[in-house]
């Protein structure tokens, strides 16, 4: 017997919350500010405005005259994004196993 192809909301639920976290991330990763730096490094003039990328805390700048730039917080915020992410994973990994399980015949079955 076929499962049934029906829609299940709990399912599409979860779906669409680990979708809108990625794309979250992503936003707050990338998100182009062009200003002031947010952050010092070799090179860097406060007074020639850059591609400040992430919000709130900059992540990464582009300065076109030094090219990318990786910020202090890029190194907390991406391996925390990554563990979130991967635990996510796990646990609907997980969900999914228990909620699959496969059903157990009995002898009666083969009888009749």
Known sequence: MQPSTSSNPPH???KL??????????????LPRH???DFRY???DPA???WN?????????YDPNHGFQVGPFA???????FVVLAIGLIVVAAV???????????GREALS
């Not at 990328?53 to 700048?61: D, E, H, K, N, V």
């Not at 190194?75 to 994004?81: E, I, K, N, T």
């Open 96 to 106: 999914r196993r228990l909620h699959n399980q496969p059903m157990q015949r009995t």
């Open 53 to 61: 990328l992430g919000w709130p805390l900059a992540l990464f700048i």
């Open 42 to 44: 070799t090179g860097s």
């Open 12 to 14: 599409r639920w979860w």
């Open 35 to 37: 200003a002031a730096p």
């Open 48 to 50: 020639i405005p850059v």
């Open 75 to 81: 190194y907390l915020m991406l391996p925390f994004q």
């Open 17 to 30: 919350i680990a979708v809108a976290f990625v794309l979250i991330c992503l936003v707050v990763d990338f």
